[in-house]
């Protein structure tokens, strides 16, 4: 099963998609945690890319293609995948559809005016890249693997704010996109975390 997750900054894809990929056992790939992990790691295209996620811009379509082109080679990938956060342009979902094919496009709607407290209350591990926020999770440590949770250098609210206009003029027209291609399942992600998850798992199945 090939899945993608669509939303706005803040819908809980990464949320959700944590929970999805364990449940149908295929691999998360978010590319927001994976150019993350370049940035950590100090690397040339963490350098490169920390310069446009820090102004809440897209990294240009070329290296992102690549990117997930060689990730979704990878071992882990056989059994299928859960794209969070690819594609975002619709150069980036040409690009895809000449790879591989989608089974479903899950969009996540919450509505605008909640993202931003979602985004500025979001705290995240380094370690396993879960997010939790203030208001229901008061420990600074990982429920699962202990870290110290830190706040995303994007998530500050001029960088949102970017973010979200960003999201409507490039990413949003790929829900025209899939709905044409018969591949839309629209979920509403403003509701409990287990209450959208099993929104998903019913629209799935
Ligand atoms: P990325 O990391 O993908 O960020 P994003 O799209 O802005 O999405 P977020 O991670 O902010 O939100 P989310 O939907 O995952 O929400 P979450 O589950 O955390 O990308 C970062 C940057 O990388 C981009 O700006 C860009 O520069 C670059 N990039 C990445 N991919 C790219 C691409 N394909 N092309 C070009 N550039 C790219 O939840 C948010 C908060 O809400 C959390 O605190 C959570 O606990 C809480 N929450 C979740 N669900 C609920 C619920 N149901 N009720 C209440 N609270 C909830
Ligand atoms: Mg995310």
């Not at 407290?117 to 705290?123: F, K, L, Q, W």
């Not at 008061?138 to 001029?158: I, M, N, P, V, W």
Request: with cysteine; charged share 25%; net charge negative.
């Amino acid at each position: 099963m090939n899945l993608i997750f669509l939303g706005p900054p803040g819908a809980g894809k990464g949320t959700q998609a944590e929970r999805i990929a364990e449940r149908y056992q295929i691999a998360h790939i978010s590319t927001g945690g994976m150019l993350r992990a370049e940035i950590r790691n100090a690397t040339p295209l963490g350098a490169e890319a920390k310069a446009y996620i820090d102004k809440g811009a897209l990294v240009p379509d070329s290296v992102i293609i690549g990117m997930v082109e060689s990730r979704i080679q990878k071992e882990d990938c056989k059994n299928g995948f859960l794209l969070d956060g690819f594609p975002r342009t619709t150069a980036q979902a040409d690009a895809l559809a000449e790879i591989t094919d989608v089974d479903a496009v899950v969009d996540i709607e919450v509505p605008f005016e909640r993202l931003v407290a979602r985004i500025s209350g979001r705290r995240m591990c380094p370690g396993c890249g879960a997010a939790y926020h203030v208001t229901t999770h008061s420990a600074a440590t990982c429920d699962k693997c202990g870290e110290t949770l830190y706040q995303r250098d994007d998530d500050r609210e001029e960088t949102v704010q970017n973010r979200l206009v960003v999201y409507e003029e490039k990413t949003a027209p790929l829900i025209a996109y899939y709905r044409e291609r018969g591949k839309l399942l629209t979920v509403n992600g403003d509701a409990e975390i287990d209450t959208v998850t099993d929104s998903i798992v019913k629209g799935l199945s």
